[in-house]
């Protein structure tokens, strides 16, 4: 196994009941934290940084 904290992200699309679409994300942590994320501007990386945030995954943006 790998040390990656986050072996588990899963992305989809959802329609709404006002008829548009939001994708919604799922991440399952090492340690069975789980965290629910969703962007109804339809931006995968800003529900899968919630999602990880809701999960007690710091998000730290790459280095330059």
């Keep these: 196994m790998g040390t990656d904290p986050v072996p588990c992200i899963h992305v989809q699309s ?3 009941a006002s008829g548009e679409e939001a994708l919604l994300a799922i991440v ?3 340690d069975g934290r789980v965290g ?3 962007d109804a ?3 995968a990386t800003a ?3 919630m999602a990880m945030r ?3 995954i710091e998000i730290t943006p790459p280095a330059r």
């Design 41 to 43: 501007g339809l931006d």
């Design 14 to 16: 959802m329609r709404l």
């Design 47 to 49: 529900a899968r940084h």
């Design 36 to 38: 629910y994320g969703f």
């Design 54 to 56: 809701a999960a007690g």
């Design 28 to 30: 399952l942590t090492r």
